[in-house]
């Protein structure tokens, strides 16, 4: 009330030029004395964790394309896209009438060489007794040739049946011989067509999950063609891409947390592997990391998100981000001087998601200013009120 009536009275007697200038000196104090509305927060103590931040897909350690080795048409699939199987589970199956009726055959071709070799061990008994007779009248007719009681020709003629009862003895030794290696091959080429039966059948090679199922009962299959994706769903990992000048610093069992889509509290994991090649044209690597415990259903190819914990000081002196200004010398942070607003250039530690590590220039509980304004600044040397 009395700065309006010396205000007033003025006016009556210098008229409205000292008003101007009156009002003009009160904006001027309003500017440069009065206090400034800031936000505040204070310099505390507290875990700083680095971490490296990456996204990537989860995926699996051991993973399979199935298919049959050899060519012919799907007669029946057994399981279908989300079933569980297990080690030599079947899965699948080819039309096998072909080759069984060929397993018959090579079958019945084996009976009969084995019934041919039966035969020639007969002939075989048979040559060799007619052998040991030829031999005995030969030698016979020699003794009597030489006592002189039969004639030249007699002797002849039995030498000439001991030389062929040993051809045909020699005749049906071969015959054995090539009914022994017909049984072989046969014996052989039954083998190979069981096992074309076995192969028409489709076995689990492990336990895990159908996660995709390529073909139909009917379809023809050539070698090589997949019929279905299986993955161990307990080897499950993630690949996550983080920036190249993170190397240095990333090592395998780092411990880290893994998120999904969704929501839901994040899952603790550790770094598995780190690749030796980045991406020419991203410049990122591939991190690989291995969660503890999955609680939570998740799908191959899932996209999740990895924070790896790079470095951690327990108690550190922070500040938030939120409170880190810059300009062309730098970072700084509005702090109280005396009810008065400074400027403080800190040296910064490690830098977390929320809150940075200093390590000068303030301390514990110095109060922070932050402008009531998001993108403004707080002029230096003012006085200031809490907003």
Same mark, same amino acid.
């Given at each position: 009330?009395? $700065? ?9 007697? $210098? ?316 970072? $700084?942070? $509005? ?53």
């Amino acid at each position: 009330m009395a $700065f309006l009536r010396t205000f007033l009275r003025l006016a009556r007697r $210098f008229g409205w030029l000292v008003v101007v200038a009156a009002m003009a000196a009160f904006f001027v104090w309003l500017r440069t004395a009065s206090p400034v509305a800031a936000r505040v927060s204070r310099v505390e103590r507290g875990a700083v964790t680095k971490e490296a931040f990456g996204r990537g897909t989860v995926e699996s350690q051991r993973e399979a394309a199935v298919g049959f080795d050899l060519v012919g048409r799907v007669s029946d699939v057994m399981v279908d896209e989300g079933d569980r199987v297990t080690l030599g589970q079947e899965l699948a199956r080819l039309e096998t009438n072909q080759a069984e009726a060929d397993l018959r055959s090579a079958r019945t071709g084996i009976g009969a060489a084995r019934a041919s070799l039966q035969r020639l061990a007969a002939e075989e008994e048979r040559a060799r007794a007619q052998l040991a007779a030829a031999e005995r009248e030969a030698a016979r007719n020699q003794a009597l040739f030489d006592g002189g009681a039969v004639s030249g020709q007699q002797r002849d003629d039995t030498a000439d049946r001991l030389r062929v009862a040993r051809a045909d003895l020699d005749r049906v030794l071969a015959q054995r011989s090539e009914a022994t290696r017909g049984i072989d091959v046969a014996a052989s080429g039954a083998e190979q067509r069981q096992v074309a039966v076995l192969r028409a059948t489709l076995l689990a090679p492990f336990d895990g999950l159908v996660t995709r199922r390529l073909r139909e009962p009917g379809d023809t299959v050539a070698i090589g063609s997949t019929i279905l994706r299986i993955v161990d769903t307990g080897r499950v990992i993630v690949r996550a891409s983080m920036d190249e000048t993170l190397l240095a610093e990333l090592a395998e069992d780092q411990p880290c947390s893994i998120s999904f889509p969704g929501g839901g509290a994040p899952v603790t994991g550790k770094v598995s592997k780190i690749a030796w090649e980045s991406d020419r044209q991203t410049h990122e690597l591939l991190v690989e990391v291995l969660p503890q415990t999955v609680d939570r259903r998740v799908a191959i190819g899932q996209r999740a998100d990895v924070r790896i914990e790079l470095a951690s000081h327990a108690d550190a002196v922070r500040i938030p981000l939120s409170a880190i200004h810059h300009d062309e010398m730098g970072p $700084f942070v $509005f702090v109280d001087r005396g009810g008065t607003i400074a400027i403080a250039r800190p040296r910064f530690g490690l830098t977390g998601r929320e809150h940075v590590e200093v390590l000068s220039e303030v301390a514990e509980g110095d109060t922070l200013l932050s402008p009531v304004k998001a993108g403004g600044t707080l002029p230096a040397g003012r006085a200031w009120k809490a907003e």
